[in-house]
């Protein structure tokens, strides 16, 4: 149980243009749900915290109108890249929290998604 | 907010060799402590937890223990596997259950 997915895998686009990032909870409700971005030395940064309803809290430095989340229910959150640049490629991760019965911390990350701005 | 130190890595370690990472954190408050493993091509998952001083996470053969004294959550294994390369993170739960990871810590096992 506790599967989160993301879609696509890996995406390229052109500099310029937006591009959107997928990410489901697919046997639970996540009530939050968490953005993450990797750089190429593998940390990780927090991007953004959603909560199902309610407009997302971004971290100091994340640009909020360049990375649009919205978390329009409780199995789907959606992170598009607005006016990408090649700067903005990178691996993008999100997590779920909030199944039921498990603890409220316990986060549930997805595969991450690749995206590649040529 | 919450923050993280790992030991920079990679870890490059034959299979069967003792594995030691060392983590120290800095937080409010007493928080619960998690290892976090990302095997290549993979999404993170949760390898180990404590939720208060002196607990011992374990999982796997993987050990770590909450000492709030020095601050840290060092994660240990007696015999490491080729199947244990990967990257490992540690985390302090913060507010609102987010995670503040660290550089994470690459381990390479050769056989």
């Known amino acids: 149980g506790a599967v989160v997915s993301q879609h696509p895998s890996w995406v390229i686009c052109k500099s310029g243009t937006s591009v959107k990032i997928e990410c489901r909870s697919l046997?639970?409700?996540?009530?939050?749900m968490f953005w993450y971005r990797q750089f190429p030395k593998q940390s990780l940064m927090l991007m953004a915290t959603?909560?199902?309803?309610?407009?997302?809290?971004?971290e100091q430095g994340v640009e909020k109108d360049k990375f649009l989340i919205n978390h329009a229910s409780l199995t789907l959150s959606t992170l598009t890249v607005t006016s990408a640049h090649p700067e903005d490629s990178s691996f993008y991760i999100c997590?779920?929290?909030?199944?039921?019965?498990?603890?409220?911390?316990?986060?549930?990350f997805g595969p991450g998604t690749r995206l590649t701005v040529t | 907010g919450n923050s993280v130190t790992q030991m920079e890595g990679p870890v490059t370690l034959s299979e069967e060799a003792f594995l030691t990472i060392n983590c120290t954190y800095t937080?409010?408050?007493?928080?619960?402590l998690f290892w976090y493993v990302q095997y290549p091509g993979e999404g993170l998952q949760l390898l180990l937890k404590?939720?208060?001083?002196?607990d011992k996470g374990s999982n796997k053969g993987f050990e770590a223990t909450y000492r709030k004294e020095t601050t840290s959550f060092h994660l240990e294994k007696g015999s490491v596997q080729v199947s244990d390369s990967a990257v490992y993170f540690c985390?302090?739960?913060?507010?609102?259950?987010?995670?503040?990871f660290g550089s994470g810590t690459k381990l390479n096992v050769k056989p």
């Open positions: 997590s779920a929290s909030g199944a039921s019965g498990i603890p409220s911390y316990e986060q549930y």
């Open positions: 046997d639970f409700q996540a009530t939050t």
């Open positions: 959603s909560n199902e309803g309610s407009k997302a809290t971004y």
């Open positions: 937080a409010t408050g007493y928080p619960s």
């Open positions: 404590a939720t208060k001083a002196d």
């Open positions: 985390a302090p739960g913060g507010n609102f259950n987010k995670f503040y």
